[in-house]
């Protein structure tokens, strides 16, 4: 019987403690971190300049597509490129990833492979533009991420590309 009373009277304290240990919330909120795309700022549109809002808004395209098992950039995507190596000029303080990806057939290892090549491509063509090729990293996914999903030649055609993503500003 004592030792009923001595729990629940222990129960009952924990239960205070614990009751006086409770936040009531602000009645004001901290304002948002920098870079979360809450701030506005200048920005009358809500896009953070240099973000990859800004990227996808102010160029051509931010992928490039490839033939299959092809790695050569053609004149449409020097055209996407070149739009690209602009808004890199505007924003140097930007860094990106060109991702390289492939369709579904071949190997693993061919496809991780032939996305290397593909996202170097476009890193050496936009290095000949004048972009600094130390603010570019590559990296291959092959056909683990597709855009597309299916078996035909359509959806092939949307995962081989190499697409570029703002990392950091």
Known sequence: ???????????????????ACAKKAPEQLPPAPE????????????VVPGSQEDFVANVSADRIFFGFDQYNVDAED????????????RNPAVRVTLEGH???????????????????????????LGVDPGRIDVISYGKERPAALGSNEEAWAQNRRAVTVVISR
């Open 102 to 128: 492939a369709d579904e057939r071949g190997t693993r290892d061919y496809n991780i492979a032939l996305g290397e090549r593909r996202a170097n491509a476009a890193k050496n063509y936009l290095a000949t």
């Open 78 to 89: 020097q055209a996407t490129l070149q739009s690209q190596a602009q808004w890199l000029a």
């Open 1 to 19: 019987m004592t030792i009923r009373k001595t729990t629940a009277m222990i129960a009952a304290i924990t239960m205070l403690a614990v009751g």
């Open 35 to 46: 870079g979360t795309g809450t701030d506005t700022g200048t920005n009358t549109g809500g």
